[in-house]
């Protein structure tokens, strides 16, 4: 079930890992990679297509008082997407590091869209904010090493 269904969390924004096709990890590859060392959040609701490749997941990090949900995005979307986010960051001010991932960024043809949610708080006053983004950092940063990807910011423009 998708957390945009589930009540008590909230959409706040969502991330993307640009990768290549070939890239795709296996569903084992993203659960390890995620699972590797953490005891931050819980991983559930894994599924895979019928080769044992990655489609989706859910994250929860109570202690964040956030959750995400994980799905596998490829098709002219994604072509579509990469060229936008190219010309944007292309307007930016870059480093050499920034520079060298802007170019592999015109190899990829795949994404992994991450959503990110808020868990709300029963009484919580509108102005205390609970979320923590440290999860959502490191999911982003273990899913760009699986998949040798780059981990996008949309928000910022930033490349990870």
């Known amino acids: 079930m998708s957390l945009f269904e589930t009540e008590g969390y909230q959409w706040r924004e969502t991330y993307f890992v640009l990768f290549r096709e070939p890239d795709r990890p296996s569903a084992e590859a993203v659960v390890n990679g995620l699972n590797k060392g953490s005891q931050r959040y819980s991983v ?3 599924q895979a297509d019928a080769r044992g490749r990655f489609e989706s997941v859910t ?3 109570p202690d964040d008082f956030s959750a995400m949900d994980i799905i596998y995005v490829t098709g002219d979307e994604v072509l579509e997407h990469i060229d936008e986010l190219s010309r944007e960051i292309a307007r ?3 480093t050499d590091d920034d520079r060298k991932k802007l170019s592999w960024l ?5 994404r992994i869209d991450i959503y990110h949610f808020e868990q709300v708080t029963c009484g919580a006053n ?3 904010e609970f ?3 440290g999860s959502l950092i490191i999911v982003l940063r273990r899913l760009a090493r699986v998949c040798h ?3 996008v910011d949309p928000h910022s423009g930033m490349l990870m």
């Not at 015109?106 to 795949?110: G, M």
């Open 44 to 46: 559930s609701n894994v």
């Open 59 to 61: 994250v929860v990090s």
């Open 92 to 94: 930016a001010t870059l």
């Open 106 to 110: 015109q190899q990829c043809t795949a």
């Open 126 to 128: 509108e102005e205390e």
């Open 131 to 133: 979320l923590d983004p």
């Open 149 to 151: 990807g780059v981990g």
